[in-house]
T-cell receptor, first 113, second 115 residues
Framework: GDSVTQMEGPVTLSEEAFLTINCTYT??????LFWYVQYPGEGLQLLLK?????DKGSNKGFEATYRKETTSFHLEKGSVQVSDSAVYFC????????????FGKGTRLHILP | DAGVTQSPTHLIKTRGQHVTLRCSPISGHKSVSWYQQVLGQGPQFIFQ???????GRGNFPDRFSARQFPNYSSELNVNALLLGDSALYLCASSSNDRVRNTEAFFGQGTRLTVV
């Protein structure tokens, strides 16, 4: 079935370090891809999305490129801040299916000052 | 404008009891979805409703049921609670039933603890 696999955490970085969180997917259809962020005690917020191959989603300094050939959607940020500490979820959904979003297990990110 | 609102925020129930969780979508949104997030895991899809009709159902037992009202608010019901039902229950709304073309907005969730 359709699934998302992302790197396990926690990931601990110093402020201003470069961030990469790996995400790969398996889908029988043509998915849209998402990164969601969950801050402590809060619900999910959409961070960025891409709906077709080679699209780059970006927001708040974060970027991810939809790579169909490698079935990947890795999240990157050039210089992280303490305020980026949160749990990040890679996810997919497929049009013309039951409109569910399939999430990865999440990666907890800790940024040290 | 208010976002997706869920009530209650926290709840403690005993095994075997039933529970009703409530969700009010963003004004104008007709689609509501429910997800279960067990601690340390990603959210799992339970149901999706659009215009009061069930459009999708995840791999959950019949103890889980839901409905959507004419004002597009929704309730999730869980009967015969088990310890394993302890989780954060998230509600998401979107302006139509195609997540691909519109963003799904999530509420803060209801933290259910079954003891």
């Amino acid at each position: 079935g359709d699934s998302v696999t992302q790197m396990e955490g926690p990931v601990t970085l110093s402020e201003e370090a470069f961030l990469t969180i790996n995400c790969t997917y398996t889908a029988t259809g043509y998915p849209s891809l998402f990164w969601y962020v969950q801050y402590p005690g809060e619900g999910l917020q959409l961070l960025l999305k891409a709906t077709k191959a080679d699209d780059k989603g970006s927001n708040k300094g974060f970027e991810a490129t939809y790579r169909k050939e490698t079935t990947s959607f890795h999240l990157e940020k050039g210089s992280v801040q303490v305020s980026d500490s949160a749990v990040y979820f890679c996810a997919l959904s497929i049009l013309n299916r039951d409109d569910k979003i399939i999430f990865g297990k999440g990666t907890r990110l800790h940024i040290l000052p | 404008d208010a976002g997706v609102t869920q009530s209650p925020t926290h709840l403690i129930k005993t095994r075997g009891q039933h529970v009703t969780l409530r969700c009010s979508p963003i004004s104008g949104h007709k689609s509501v979805s429910w997800y279960q997030q067990v601690l340390g895991q990603g959210p799992q899809f339970i149901f999706q409703y659009y215009e009061k009709e069930e459009r999708g159902r995840g791999n959950f037992p019949d103890r889980f049921s839901a409905r959507q009202f004419p004002n597009y608010s929704s309730e999730l019901n869980v009967n015969a609670l088990l310890l394993g039902d302890s989780a954060l229950y998230l509600c998401a709304s979107s302006s139509n039933d195609r997540v691909r073309n519109t963003e799904a907005f999530f509420g803060q969730g209801t933290r259910l603890t079954v003891v």
